[in-house]
């Protein structure tokens, strides 16, 4: 079981997923992130952050763990409600005083709040191998930039994406860290499947493009042959594989961050060339039933102005 954390609202619905890479057990996962994207600017929202411990049993707040709420409060100026679960316990916390690191149990809780299988979830995955995969990823990629960026912010930026609509199993994470990894660097297929497994070297050969002599041919090539595989499968099982799942959500994840970037950064002429491969990008990866949430945030983004 490894750390996750989620900012809960008032109304106790899940306002942020965290997932910093390089968490480690028995702290709340922390990074200058979560202050600056989530906890400062919705401070109004929030009624406190959950997160999770390794192994059963009644739970009860590290060092580690009052040091980073005392910080938090501090700084919003105001008190939180912290809640700590295990595989089989929940409980919360807030600060009693008076010395600042005074934190006792609450004495009335949800015991069963809508959100703890999705926190007990996220805690269940293998984590560590989507730490492995950006670690790989960012080795591969160098000193690669994605525009003014570094390439890191491309590939977190996926992510992101997976995570904010739910299509964020380890599997489909570590394709989404790896998904340029064949087209764009020196990583090799067997560097891939010999550390990630084939299931993952499956991912991110599905989203590598074919060749051609220009963007025209390969988007061409590589859109017919994702198209016929879908079908097959389609065709043959009725359902599509997990992975072939995974890498229709990754693909249309790294659509959606590209077209979110050009809307940022107000780049016209790479905006206009998504849009204009925008009805056979669809047309290649459209399934019915599959990451229907992913498709109305694409066809969004392709419409916006």
Same mark, same amino acid.
Request: proline content about 5%; glycine content about 6%.
């Given at each position: 079981?490894?750390?996750?954390?989620?900012?809960?609202?008032?109304?106790?619905?899940? !306002?942020? #997923?965290?997932? =910093?890479?390089?968490?480690? =057990?028995?702290?709340?996962?922390?990074?200058?992130? !979560?202050?600056?994207?989530?906890?400062?600017?919705?401070?109004?929202?929030?009624?406190?952050?959950?997160?999770?411990?390794?192994?059963?049993? &009644?739970?009860?707040?590290?060092?580690?763990?009052?040091?980073? /709420?005392?910080?938090?409060e501090r700084a919003l100026g105001?008190?939180?409600?912290?809640?700590?679960?295990?595989?089989?316990? !929940?409980?919360?916390?807030?600060?009693?005083?008076?010395?600042?690191?005074?934190?006792?149990?609450?004495?009335?809780?949800?015991?069963?709040?809508?959100?703890?299988?999705?926190?007990? +979830?996220?805690?269940?995955?293998?984590?560590?191998?989507?730490? +492995?995969?950006?670690?790989?990823?960012?080795?591969?990629?160098?000193?690669? /930039?994605?525009?003014?960026? =570094?390439?890191?912010?491309?590939?977190?930026? @996926?992510?992101?994406?997976?995570?904010?609509?739910?299509?964020?199993?380890?599997?489909?994470? &570590?394709?989404?860290?790896?998904?340029?990894?064949?087209?764009?660097?020196?990583?090799?297929?067997?560097?891939? +499947? #010999?550390? /990630?497994?084939?299931?993952? *070297?499956?991912?991110?050969?599905?989203?590598?493009?074919?060749?051609?002599?220009? $963007?025209? +041919?390969?988007?061409?090539?590589?859109?017919?042959?994702? $198209?016929?595989?879908?079908?097959?499968?389609?065709?043959?099982?009725?359902? *599509?594989?997990?992975?072939?799942?995974?890498? &229709?959500?990754?693909?249309?994840?790294?659509?959606?961050?590209?077209l979110r970037a050009c809307l940022?950064?107000?780049?016209?002429?790479? !905006?206009?060339?998504?849009?204009?491969?925008?009805?056979? /990008?669809?047309?290649?990866?459209? @399934?019915?039933?599959?990451?229907?949430?992913?498709? &109305?945030?694409?066809?969004?983004?392709?419409?916006?102005?």
């Open positions: 079981m490894i750390e996750a954390a989620l900012v809960i609202g008032y109304d106790g619905n899940v !306002l942020h #997923e965290h997932l =910093p890479p390089g968490r480690s =057990p028995v702290e709340i996962p922390d990074s200058p992130e !979560l202050w600056h994207d989530v906890l400062w600017p919705r401070r109004g929202e929030i009624a406190g952050i959950a997160h999770s411990h390794p192994g059963d049993g &009644v739970p009860s707040p590290s060092s580690d763990d009052t040091s980073t /709420f005392s910080a938090i105001r008190g939180l409600l912290w809640w700590i679960a295990t595989r089989d316990s !929940l409980a919360a916390f807030l600060w009693v005083g008076p010395g600042k690191y005074d934190y006792d149990r609450a004495s009335v809780i949800d015991e069963h709040p809508s959100w703890l299988p999705r926190l007990r +979830e996220l805690s269940a995955m293998p984590w560590d191998l989507v730490s +492995e995969a950006r670690d790989f990823a960012l080795r591969a990629h160098g000193n690669q /930039f994605y525009g003014s960026e =570094p390439y890191s912010v491309h590939l977190d930026a @996926v992510a992101g994406v997976l995570r904010e609509f739910g299509h964020d199993s380890a599997q489909a994470l &570590v394709g989404a860290y790896l998904h340029d990894v064949l087209e764009d660097t020196d990583a090799s297929v067997r560097d891939i +499947e #010999e550390q /990630f497994g084939a299931d993952a *070297l499956s991912i991110v050969a599905f989203c590598t493009d074919d060749l051609g002599a220009n $963007r025209r +041919e390969r988007k061409a090539a590589t859109y017919s042959r994702m $198209r016929r595989v879908l079908d097959e499968d389609v065709r043959l099982h009725g359902v *599509l594989p997990a992975w072939l799942r995974d890498a &229709v959500h990754v693909k249309v994840a790294d659509r959606i961050a590209n940022t950064s107000a780049n016209t002429s790479l !905006l206009v060339m998504y849009r204009r491969e925008a009805r056979d /990008f669809r047309e290649a990866l459209y @399934v019915a039933g599959i990451c229907d949430s992913l498709w &109305v945030e694409y066809d969004r983004l392709v419409s916006a102005s």
